[in-house]
């Protein structure tokens, strides 16, 4: 079966465990400068999550991804695709049915004016890899929805609603 491919922010995966234990193979697109986040969250020791506890484990995982991504290998393929704009690097296996790979995304200035760099990434990879963003963050997909940008976005609560869905057309709009 080919994998579902989403476009997703490196926090997000570390945050939402079942993102990790899909029933269907899945692969995640995510822009290199996702991960500098995770890095960023290190070590402003700000608040991922506003429950404590639930906060802890987030950071826990937080660790874990840098850590997976710093081993040897995967930091290889991450550095060669840092050398090129808009280069993959190789498939990361994360599980068994998850893998990952990550894209040297180009901010532009094509969404600038609504966006934040970030955003601008994640739209412009949906887009370039006509995959479907996955996100969380309700401002955004408001935003995405009322300025009629044209990928397909999906709420990490309907992810398992995402998976049963059609691969996105080029011309695809956004839904929720």
Not at 42 to 71: C, N, T, W
């Amino acid at each position: 079966m080919k994998p579902r491919r989403f476009v997703i922010e490196a926090v997000m995966l570390a945050v939402y465990g079942h993102l990790l234990a899909p029933h269907r193979p899945v692969q995640y697109i995510i822009p290199y400068t996702t991960i500098r986040e995770l890095y960023e969250i290190r070590q402003s020791g700000e608040h991922v999550l506003p429950d404590p506890e639930e906060d802890m484990h987030a950071k826990e995982k937080i660790e874990e991804l840098i850590s997976y991504f710093e081993s040897e290998l995967n930091r290889k393929k991450i550095e060669r695709a840092l050398s090129v704009p808009w280069r993959q690097s190789s498939p990361l296996l994360l599980h068994a049915n998850v893998s990952c790979i990550i894209l040297n995304a180009v901010d532009s200035a094509r969404y600038g004016e609504l966006f934040d760099p970030v955003e601008t990434e994640l739209i412009l990879t949906s887009t370039r890899e006509q995959a479907p963003l996955l996100t969380d963050q309700f401002e955004f997909l408001e935003r995405l929805i009322n300025n009629e940008v044209p990928i397909p976005i999906y709420d990490i609560d309907d992810f398992d609603y995402a998976l049963e869905q059609d691969e996105p057309h080029r011309d695809s709009g956004a839904t929720t």
